[in-house]
């Protein structure tokens, strides 16, 4: 099982694109993932998966475009 950590940038700033994290932690633990954790309220994603790398980023490529297109 590999490590990952995913940086978001520019999420809860100023009031404007706003991500909640618990909901973010649910969202990327329905996709999979295990001890999903995110750090303070800036998109910081830390998790584990089974899953390859490549496979990971498309997915997330895929999720974030899906669900939170301004990241």
């Excluded at 991500?19 to 993932?33: E, I, K």
């Excluded at 999903?36 to 999720?63: H, W």
Aim: charged share 15%; aromatic share 12%; glycine share 8%.
């Amino acid at each position: 099982m590999g490590n990952y950590v995913v940086l978001l940038r520019g999420v809860n700033v100023g009031g404007k694109n706003k991500l909640v994290m618990s909901d973010l932690r649910q969202q990327v633990t329905d996709m999979g993932s295990v001890n999903v954790k995110t750090y303070i309220n800036s998109g910081n994603l830390f998790f584990q998966s089974d899953c390859p790398r490549a496979n990971i980023s498309s997915r997330f490529e895929q999720f974030f475009a899906d669900h939170y297109p301004f990241v």
